[in-house]
């Protein structure tokens, strides 16, 4: 594989698997909401063959559909979508407004959808493709205190499981990292006091997607798990 659309690219895990496929001599398509903040990351990717940035809000219609087709068109295909981008919220059910909960579902869950309903048609008509999402493992276990967010999460575990069947024999294959407790930008804006000296640091779970994409054609690293200790959720 050396053609890579990465959506979330602008910081955390995002950031990281772009350097290290750079670092590989890949081809990227970068993609977040902030122009300068992708600008940063593609200043680090200077082994890649080549790297272009796309900066826009993938909830806006026809927004995810615009960015598959420049990355297809850009490199001659996609071989691998890894779809990080996503909001966090934490907070009582009781307390998250509407909008909040609207907002989380939409760019999680639906943002979830475009982007893999778009990549998935370009990879099912090469015949090759691996899509990888991370719901976390809230969108596997639940917690207190994060109704929205892991509803969110929930759904986009049952939206990949569902298109890995709509898509069996086609060659397009899905990869879904159930990480808990990434030590990442996330937190920053996140009010909950966390221990990050305890999580999963961001290589660790870079290296994890690396072996995702390493894998033999003929193997799919289906589900992958892993969980600090500290804060194990079954």
């Known amino acids: 594989m050396d053609k890579f659309l990465i959506t979330g690219a602008s ?14 001599g890949a081809k990227l398509i970068l993609h977040g ?30 927004a995810a559909e615009a960015i598959v087709t420049k990355a297809a068109e850009s490199m001659g295909g996609i071989d691998c979508v890894i ?88 060659g397009v294959l899905f990869c879904l990292f159930f990480l808990g407790g990434v030590d990442s930008p996330f937190w920053d804006e996140i009010n909950m006091a966390v221990q990050r000296d305890k999580m999963i640091p961001v290589s660790t779970a870079a290296d994890l997607i690396l072996q995702a994409i390493d894998a033999p054609p003929h193997l799919v690293l289906a589900e992958v798990v892993l969980q600090p200790e500290s804060h194990q959720l079954i």
């Open 11 to 24: 910081s955390g895990i995002g950031r990281e698997i772009a350097i290290r496929l750079a670092a590989r």
């Open 33 to 62: 909401r902030s122009e300068s903040k992708l600008s940063d990351v593609s200043s680090l990717c200077t082994g890649a063959s080549l790297v272009a940035t796309f900066a826009s809000d993938l909830t806006v219609p026809h």
């Open 83 to 170: 779809h990080c981008a996503g909001i966090g919220l934490i907070k009582p059910a009781a307390d998250t407004t509407d909008a909040e909960f609207s907002k989380v579902v939409n760019t999680n869950l639906r943002g979830t959808f475009l982007v893999a309903q778009a990549a998935c048609k370009v990879m099912a008509a090469q015949k090759h493709g691996l899509f990888i999402t991370l719901p976390g493992i809230l969108g596997k276990a639940v917690m207190k205190n994060a109704a929205a967010y892991i509803a969110s999460k929930f759904g986009v575990t049952g939206l990949i499981k569902t298109l890995a069947q709509e898509y069996q024999r086609s």
